[in-house]
């Protein structure tokens, strides 16, 4: 069981809010992602890091923003949530095997 | 367009039974490829990872082969559980990014009965 956490699990909020999703892992992992996945879609990588202070923009463009102070933590923010946000989130982290390992993910609905 | 297609979308089959699920693939450099089992509302988790000269590998009743020629491969599936239910996902990592850029298959949604 690979020890990366996402939280909230579920989170229902109106349009117009901010949101933050939490994402950690304690494998001491340098390249951390950020997918969303549709119903029954493949996963979208729509951030990447390589490291502390290291982000990218994935193929899947997204209203959302990432950072990596620590390399633990790898927070996902959307300033202004809207329907089209709807979706779930996932994340993962790679410590070099070319293995990634996935968070539980958040299922984001907004209202 | 590197991709990769998944074949059956869904299946559904009988506790006991064995099944076979198909990945083709066009993604180019080829790096790896790699069977996901992801169970619904969790996170994928890896099955099976091979590379360039690996033309099967099992993991307990899961054995995945790859044909890089033909850029396929395939996922066995033997005596099916119904712990076994679950989108199945193929990956393949693009060598030619220092990224190594991951491409994901939609998957083919498992359902097994009792």
């Known amino acids: 069981e690979a020890d990366i956490y996402q939280t909230p699990r579920y989170l229902v909020i109106g349009t117009g809010k901010k949101i933050t999703l939490e994402c950690s892992q304690t494998?001491?992992?340098?390249?951390m992602y950020w997918y969303q996945q549709d119903p029954g879609m493949e996963l979208h990588l729509i951030h990447y890091?390589?490291?502390?202070?290291?982000?990218e923009k994935g193929d899947l463009s997204s209203e959302s923003t990432v950072s990596r102070i620590r390399t633990e933590h790898f927070p996902l923010t959307l300033e202004s949530a809207r329907p089209s946000h709807t979706s779930q989130y996932l994340c993962?982290?790679?410590?070099?095997?070319?293995?990634?390992?996935f968070g539980a993910g958040t299922r984001l609905s907004v209202l | 367009k590197n991709q990769v297609e998944q074949s059956p979308q869904s299946l559904i089959i009988l506790e006991g039974k064995n099944c076979t699920l198909q990945?083709?693939?066009?993604?180019?450099?080829?790096?790896?490829l790699r069977w996901y089992k992801q169970d619904t509302g969790r996170g994928p988790v890896s099955l099976t990872i091979?590379?360039?000269?690996?033309n099967t590998k099992s993991n307990g009743r899961y054995t995945a082969t790859l044909d890089a020629d033909t850029k396929q491969s395939s996922l066995h599936i033997t005596a099916s559980q119904l712990s076994d239910s679950a989108s199945y996902i193929c990956?393949?990592?693009?060598?030619?990014?220092?990224?190594?850029?991951?491409?994901f298959g939609r998957g083919t949604q498992l359902t097994v009965w009792p």
């Open positions: 494998m001491g992992h340098d390249k």
């Open positions: 091979m590379t360039f000269s690996e």
């Open positions: 990945c083709n693939y066009t993604v180019s450099p080829f790096s790896n």
């Open positions: 993962a982290s790679d410590g070099g095997s070319h293995i990634q390992y």
């Open positions: 890091s390589y490291g502390v202070n290291s982000t």
């Open positions: 990956v393949v990592t693009d060598r030619g990014s220092t990224l190594g850029r991951l491409y």
